[in-house]
Each structure stands twice: as C-alpha cells, then as structure tokens.
C-alpha cells in the first residue's frame, strides 16, 4: 500500500523542517500550515512517539499537552515538578499507551520531536525539531 499524493506534499514538508540547524522565525500563517500538516501526518500514522528536550519539567510537561491537544488526543500527563529541580528534561511520550518517560537532559537542544509509527515507509519517521510553542494557546 502506498500513501496518497497529497500525504507525500505533507511529509515533505515535514522533511524540510527537520534537522534544521539554525532556527528559523517562521510568520503565523507558516506556523498554521506546519501544524495543519503535523496533524495530517499524524492522523495517517499508527500512533507517534512525542519527545521534547525543554529547559525543566513544567516546561516540557505543558508542551506535550499542547501538542496531545494539537493533534487530537485527550491525554493528559501529570509529572510533580518538585521532583525534578529546576534543569533540563528530555520528556518522551507514546501516543499508542498514553504514557511516559522522563529523565535529565543534558543537550544544548529545546524543542520538539515527533516520530510517527506506520508500516507504510513514506511516512514512518522522525520529524522536526519543531517548536515547543507550535500548538501553544
């Protein structure tokens, strides 16, 4: 089975924003159409492994809420941030069991990686570094 034409447009886009280097200031209306391709891609997907390298835990724990919300799931995550201190974080979450991983960060990097799980090799990958506000407010 192969994926349509218009999904194929959506994962290369997808492909263009990743591993970006420099970070780029994109307008609003870029910022709309990465999401609306984000969720497009995430919808053909199995399920997605969502991992986030933020500066401390309420950080990256407000980030995946976001980004669940974003793309359409209920889940929430609760994570006591006293637990942690106030230092980096690499947070990962399996969309397929609604659950976690949490540990130190050591890393330079702040954002946010999604990987969709597909046997369909067009669209099984990893994707990003993608913003940690993309789905804020």
Request: proline content about 5%; aromatic content about 8%.
């Amino acid at each position: 089975m192969s994926i349509s034409p218009e999904l194929t447009a959506v994962i290369a886009l997808l492909q263009q924003k990743s591993c970006v280097t420099t970070p780029v200031r994109e307008s609003e209306a870029e910022r709309e159409t990465l999401r609306q391709n984000l969720r497009l891609a995430c919808q053909a997907a199995d399920w997605e492994n969502i991992g986030i390298c933020a500066d401390n835990v309420a950080v990256a724990t407000t980030t995946v809420q976001q980004y669940l919300r974003g793309l359409g799931y209920d889940g929430t995550i609760a994570i006591d941030p006293g637990e942690w201190g106030d230092h980096p974080v690499y947070l990962k979450f399996n969309t397929q069991k609604m659950s976690h991983y949490l540990d130190d960060y050591v890393g330079q990097y702040r954002g946010v990686l999604v990987a969709l799980q597909s046997p369909e090799p067009e669209l099984a990958g990893t994707y990003g570094h993608f913003p940690l506000d993309l789905f804020a407010g």
